[in-house]
């Protein structure tokens, strides 16, 4: 009843106030006439009468004020009162306002930009319903891994039924090429468990998706493909559905098309096309033996999804059962088996539920909160230099009414209003970062996708990083805003306090100061580590090279054919013009992966306690040390004489060579590949280190030919003279010249490749995030020392003028002014250095080839910043010598 | 200020408003006059005070106002009681009364 009735007043005096302050003013025009009548009555004259009247009210206006202030929804009044006010003196201050937003946007832009990063990378979950019920499974042998055997994850699912209410399976993905109305696309596909899609609660966007009703064996599967890959590789083609395809050459039906924003259950790396697991052994013969049915084999992922309140904890216990179990049934291979679970989360599967990348993303969320902070610096700095500015204002307001709180209110409102207007420009900032960063060339051999896409989260944080700024901006200057003087502030001129004031800002700028130097130091190490990387000793020539990624088996090829298409395919290269060397190789540097294999080394016993003999191992085709530049250091290359039928030969590292055969001359040795233990290779030559893997150290490495160990996935590499993008397209067309049906992909120089998130990419993100932080920080302290010394020297004008007029030179006032930015700087480095030097130890391990305390690098930003500071600080100064003292003297 | 005035209590004008409002419908003057009266000059109910407690009363649903004139015919705006308003009075009279025997008790203790 109360509620409804303040409820109607509310509405009331928001909609209808004109009528309600018309009612208020008859009501005490009414109540003074009566007064007035009253007095008369007891003998006073009629201007006597209105005196008294008067006397007793105070004044109708104030009593009118305080009647306004117990009204329902006053507050609301007052809200809208201050921000259309503060608009107002917003509007009437462009330059300020001009500064402070942009001020805001970069902060927030640089936020927002580094947090759809983080979003992207380590809060999105995996777009299904009621994602944060799904976990993935690991499993320990001797480490932590993810992967499973078919037939474990068999078992664990029959036995799991009362933690989890489903398991599904995932055969890690692979390429292979699609061929769709005659035109072959490469593919990434995975080979699922027919109740994935129903345990994952998605649905297609068109026909059907695989259901645990579909064949799960034998010839002609169906096939689901991904929306992009429909889109981009298939146009949109809606009659899809039912479409005969031929994958690696043999016949699949598509039935349908996952869902938009669907990537699989690993967001980063976009899987394309899925298949049932069931048919994985009749797509993939060639491999020999069937996977899916070895228990030591792997490659399987495993996901569940939690069963209705059963806890994560539950799920644990319930796998620890399992993997007891299991270890009994199989002593063999899982004695010491031990299974857990992990919630899904952003889908990066890591091998104990920590995220990889938590440690490099906070650091750069640390460091863009900092520069949040650094802009909230310059903003508080410029609102108290308009609260001086603004003091009488505050002192009439307060003369009439205004209590205190009232006019912190103002304040408040007016850097919200900021703060609104600035993340509204940061957002549009920070869309357009995220999309360079997200747009960043990965060249990376999987089909990674880096999703920085704004959502909820992004905006969220927007916002909440600009009402933190303009709340910790406006706060003291809103304090101090409202702490007026009246005696003070209405006479003119107030000294004392002002300065105090600008020790404030002084000490204020000092941080800024410090911090951006901080982050000047963190960019300067990152970005000597990129440099450190990228000049590397490779052990080959990256440069002209070209890889082009062939695997003839997805174009049907049987492997007496696929060696005849390799001979065919270098012999029509090599007579390109242009072309100075081209070969073939199983694995290339900096590839996605590396192939090694244990050996038997006559005459070389293991140290007690080390591993077994083993190296990294390459097949490749004659010509590929030219390609590569690796020199021959003894005996010779591969010849076409080298055949399947001949000889098995090798060629080793000078590391391999010195590992094994120390002291000896390896030419002539022979040695075992446990997993070829038919035939015994005989080294015919020694070849320079050259590095596989662009932070690791060299390991032992042979090569082979590939005649002698065909594969048929392999890549073709071209070093050529002339452009590589013209060579490019002329050997695709030369490749397809005589084989249309031939996928090619992964197509990149070798420069490009280098460029991976495992090779230079991961470092140029960090020093190019690192540096753009450092760079808007160093901004904002210049402006920041500049705004200070500059207001200080302007307030300083009179006592200027009298000292020049006294007979002062201009290097004694240049010094008088400079002083005050000269200690900035100094005590603003002392404290960057040393801040930074604390954060640095939290990126040593990401640093190569620099020390995380570098002198070099300390003393040159630190010289820089001082530099540029000293400068923000001397071109005040440098106006305050040309003060004319007869101006300065009159001017007050 | 004689010395024989006192502050208000919070919430015991809302009390003397409702107290002199149960007899008959009043204007703002007329209430302060005669609250003024009642208590002897105890309690003198400025306008200050006055207008804002009578809205927030109205708006609670307490008193209604209505124009009408005034014994000298003048134009005057009326307050009277609600039922809800009663309701009030009641539930504060009997506060009140409550808490003037729990005090007059405790200083009867000392003395």
Known sequence: ?892 | MPSNQVELLQGTLDMLILNTLALAPLHGLGISQRIEQVTRGTFQVKPGSLFPALHRMEERGWLKSSWGESDNNRRAKYYELTRAGRRQLEAETRRWKQISVAVGRALEANS
């Not at chain 1, 492997?559 to 298409?565: M, N, T, Y």
């Not at chain 1, 065919?568 to 290269?573: D, F, K, Q, S, Y």
């Not at chain 1, 080294?683 to 002698?708: R, T």
Request: proline share 5%; glycine share 8%.
């Open chain 1, 1 to 892: 009843m109360k509620w409804l009735s303040v409820g109607r007043s509310f509405l009331r005096n928001l909609f209808r106030r004109k009528q309600v302050e018309q009612a208020l003013d008859d009501e005490i025009s009414s109540y003074t006439e009566l007064l007035v009548a009253e007095n008369m009555k007891r003998g006073m004259t009629e201007p006597e009468a209105r005196r008294a009247a008067r006397l007793e009210m105070i004044g109708p206006s104030q009593v009118k004020e305080q009647v306004r202030s117990v009204r329902a929804g006053a507050w609301l009044a007052a809200l809208w009162q201050d921000l259309r006010y503060g608009f107002r003196v917003l509007r009437k201050n462009p330059v300020f306002t001009l500064a402070a937003v942009l001020t805001f946007a970069i902060g927030i832009g640089a936020n927002t930009t580094i947090f759809s990063m983080v979003n992207g990378l380590l809060l999105r979950p995996v777009p299904v319903p009621h994602s944060d019920r799904l976990t993935y499974l690991v499993q320990r042998r001797d480490h932590w891994r993810n992967s499973f055997s078919y037939p474990d994850f068999e078992d664990i699912r029959r036995d799991a039924r009362t933690a989890f209410s489903d398991l599904a399976a995932v055969r890690i993905f692979q390429i292979e090429g699609l061929n769709v109305g005659g035109q072959t696309h490469t593919i990434w596909t995975e080979y699922v468990t027919t109740n994935f899609f129903s345990m994952l609660e998605i649905r297609p966007i068109l026909g059907s998706l695989i259901a645990p009703s579909d064949k799960i064996a034998g010839s002609d599967p169906v096939m689901v493909l991904s929306h992009s890959y429909w889109k981009n590789h298939l146009g949109g083609d809606p009659n899809i559905v039912g479409r005969k395809a031929t994958l690696n050459g043999r016949s699949v039906t598509i039935i349908g098309v996952a869902p938009e924003g669907f990537r699989g259950v690993t967001p980063i790396f976009e899987t394309q096309g899925y298949l049932p697991i069931g048919v994985f052994s009749y797509m993939q013969v060639q491999h020999g033996k069937d996977p899916l049915t070895e228990r030591t084999g792997d490659g399987v992922l495993v996901f569940g999804r939690l069963a209705d309140s059963v806890s994560l904890e539950k799920a644990q216990s319930a796998l620890a059962v399992i993997a007891r179990r299991l270890a009994e049934q199989n002593p063999a291979s899982a004695k010491d088996l031990s299974l857990r679970t992990y919630f899904l989360g952003s889908g990066l599967l890591s091998p104990d539920g920590s995220n990889p990348l938590r440690v490099v993303t906070s650091l750069f969320l640390v460091l863009s909160g900092l520069l949040l902070l650094l802009a909230s610096a310059n903003v508080a700095n410029l609102l108290l230099v308009r609260a001086l500015a603004r003091n009488r204002e505050m002192a009439v307001r307060s003369a009439l009414g205004a209590v205190r709180f009232r006019l912190i209110r103002q304040v408040l409102a007016e850097t919200m209003l900021l703060g609104i207007m600035g993340c509204i420009g940061g957002a549009i900032l920070g869309i357009a970062g995220s999309r360079v960063i997200s747009g960043l060339p990965l060249q990376s051999d999987l089909p990674i996708v880096f999703d920085f896409s704004f959502d909820w989260r992004v905006f969220a944080y927007a916002f909440s990083a600009a009402l933190l700024l303009a709340l910790a901006s406006g706060l003291v200057p809103a304090l101090r805003a409202a702490r007026v003087n009246l005696n003070d502030a209405l006479r003119e001129g107030s000294r004392g306090y002002s300065s105090r004031r600008s020790r404030f800002r002084a000490v204020l700028v000092t941080a800024q100061v410090g911090g951006s130097l901080m982050l000047l130091i963190v960019a300067g190490l990152f970005v000597r580590s990129m440099q450190n990387v990228e000049h590397t000793d490779l052990g080959f020539d990256p440069n002209q090279v070209v890889n082009f990624g062939l695997d003839p088996h997805t174009a049907g090829y049987d492997e007496v054919r696929g060696r005849e298409f390799d001979r065919e395919l270098l012999e029509r290269v090599r007579a390109v013009p242009g072309v100075e060397f081209a070969s073939v190789a199983l694995t290339v540097p900096m590839g996605p992966e590396i192939l090694g294999s244990e050996l038997k080394v006559e005459g070389y016993q293991e140290p007690p306690g080390q591993r077994k003999p083993a190296a990294e191992m390459n097949a490749v085709s004659s010509g590929y040390f030219s390609t590569m530049r690796i020199p021959i250091v003894r005996g010779r290359d591969f010849l076409d004489s080298d055949t399947e039928s001949s000889q098995r030969v090798a060629l080793v590292n000078e590391l391999m060579a010195q590992t094994y055969w120390a002291g000896k001359d390896p030419i002539g040795h022979t040695f075992v590949r446990t997993d070829k233990p038919d035939y015994s290779w005989k080294i015919i030559g020694v070849v320079k280190n050259s590095h596989s893997q662009l932070l690791e150290p060299v390991s032992p490495a042979f090569y082979v030919p590939m005649a002698q160990d065909y594969r048929a996935r392999q890549t073709l590499q071209v070093r050529t003279s002339s452009p590589t993008s013209a060579a490019t397209k002329t050997i695709m067309e030369v490749v397809h010249s005589f084989e249309p049906a031939m996928a090619i992909f992964d197509v990149r120089t070798m420069t490009q490749s280098l460029n991976t998130p495992d090779g230079f990419m991961l470092f140029r993100l960090a020093a190019a995030i690192t540096s753009s932080l450092g760079l808007l920080g160093l901004v904002l302290a210049i402006i920041g020392v500049y705004g200070v010394v500059s207001y200080s020297a302007a307030q300083r004008t009179h006592e200027i003028g009298i000292r020049i007029a006294l007979g002062a030179r201009h290097s004694q006032v240049l010094r008088t002014v400079l002083r005050q930015g000269v200690l900035i700087v100094l005590f603003g480095s002392a404290f960057g250095i040393l801040t930074a030097i604390a954060v640095a130890r939290l990126v040593g391990s990401f640093l190569v080839g620099v020390s995380a305390i570098d002198p070099a690098t300390y003393i040159g930003v630190s010289l820089l910043l001082a530099a540029i500071a000293l400068l923000a600080s001397f071109i005040p100064a440098r106006r305050a010598t040309r003060v004319d003292p007869m101006l300065a003297l009159r001017y007050e």
